[in-house]
């Protein structure tokens, strides 16, 4: 059975920098890929950065420059460095995996079959 759990998130204030953490098990898939998305309640679901299995990177332009994501293959663990964040980034931060059968797939255009349940960020100015 396959488990994707978010941890990091938080309150942090202005210019402040945050670490998520989302950590995979059970994908017997030898690649897949991992996309971090965003959502505000009563908006629509934001992607906002991904990865593959090569560690092909990813970003939204609100994120580009701000944020990086990473990934420890041997921790089946991918992680999203927030940096200079704004309020705007405020919103629950969801992690989702995919397997694919390519070692360089395309991570902006994969199926992100399972879903984490979520890390609040609340950034205050």
């Known amino acids: 059975q396959v488990q994707i759990v978010e941890s990091g998130g938080g309150l942090v204030q202005v210019g402040g920098s945050l670490k998520l953490a989302c950590a995979a098990s059970g994908i017997t898939s030898n690649y897949y890929v991992v996309g971090w998305f965003r959502q505000v309640p009563g908006k629509e679901r934001e992607w906002v950065s991904c990865i593959n299995s090569a560690g092909t990177t990813h970003y939204a332009d609100a994120v580009r420059g701000r944020f990086t994501i990473s990934r420890d293959n041997a921790k089946k663990t991918v992680y999203l460095s927030m940096n200079d964040l704004k309020p705007e980034d405020t919103a629950d931060y969801y992690c989702?995996?995919?397997?694919?059968?390519?070692?360089?797939?395309?991570?902006?255009?994969?199926?992100?079959?399972?879903w984490g349940q979520g890390t609040p960020v609340t950034v205050s100015s």
């Open positions: 989702a995996a995919g397997p694919t059968f390519a070692f360089r797939a395309t991570c902006t255009s994969s199926n992100y079959r399972y």
